[in-house]
T-cell receptor, first 111, second 115 residues
Framework: LAKTTQPISMDSYEGQEVNITCSHNNIATNDYITWYQQFPSQGPRFIIQGYKTKVTNEVASLFIPADRKSSTLSLPRVSLSDTAVYYCLVGGLTGGFKTIFGAGTRLFVKA | DAGVTQSPTHLIKTRGQQVTLRCSPKSGHDTVSWYQQALGQGPQFIFQYYEEEERQRGNFPDRFSGHQFPNYSSELNVNALLLGDSALYLC??????????????FGPGTRLLVL
């Protein structure tokens, strides 16, 4: 299972774009990259998943370079309600069915 | 469409006791995974159930056991509780696809306090 490395914490202001980068140097060919968001005392919530290049949905974009050794979650125009912990996960069936969460990135959005 | 539900929401036990936590998956999902999340840490994978069998297990002792029923709901049992078992226990459900990392939908969790 590929290990992931993320910044421990980040600060931002309302209305700014936030980019959180995750390193996964040992990503396997069949691995996907998935990001979750978690608020205190709640379960993680799926944000976005991708395999390569760029994926965009209604809440975020995911940028994956050609070597796939890193990925960047982009949150456009954050608000106070985006203050949460963001987890980057890498895995797939080649690693079994485990899902390994790291420590995550604590994003704090200020007014 | 109900999402993943868990019961109870909170629970207080004493050391040595046994506890059973319950999870109902999202409609249409057939796979249930359980996680333990200590305060300030990421969720730690306990095990996953599919077709009523344990398909994968994390690094947890045998005191942690589970079950999946024909309706896909699941139970997590913890025996001989230790103070260190105090945590938020999360259930996640997914649809087994067989060809890519399955998106998991998490419940709100059960907060267990062991005294």
């Amino acid at each position: 299972l590929a290990k992931t490395t993320q910044p421990i914490s980040m600060d931002s202001y309302e209305g700014q774009e936030v980019n959180i980068t995750c390193s996964h140097n040992n990503i396997a060919t069949n691995d996907y990259i998935t990001w979750y968001q978690q608020f205190p005392s709640q379960g993680p919530r799926f944000i976005i998943q991708g395999y390569k290049t760029k994926v965009t949905n209604e809440v975020a974009s995911l940028f994956i370079p050609a070597d796939r050794k890193s990925s960047t979650l982009s949150l456009p125009r954050v608000s106070l309600s985006d203050t949460a912990v963001y987890y980057c996960l890498v895995g797939g069936l080649t690693g079994g069915f485990k899902t390994i969460f790291g420590a995550g990135t604590r994003l704090f959005v200020k007014a | 469409d109900a999402g993943v539900t868990q019961s109870p929401t909170h629970l207080i036990k004493t050391r040595g006791q046994q506890v059973t936590l319950r999870c109902s998956p999202k409609s249409g999902h057939d796979t249930v995974s359980w996680y333990q999340q200590a305060l300030g840490q990421g969720p730690q994978f306990i095990f996953q159930y599919y077709e009523e069998e344990e398909r994968q297990r994390g690094n947890f002792p045998d005191r942690f056991s589970g079950h999946q029923f024909p309706n896909y709901s699941s139970e997590l049992n913890v025996n001989a509780l230790l103070l260190g078992d105090s945590a938020l226990y999360l259930c996640a459900s997914s649809m087994s696809t067989g060809n890519y990392q399955e998106t998991q939908y998490f419940g709100p969790g059960t907060r267990l306090l062991v005294l």
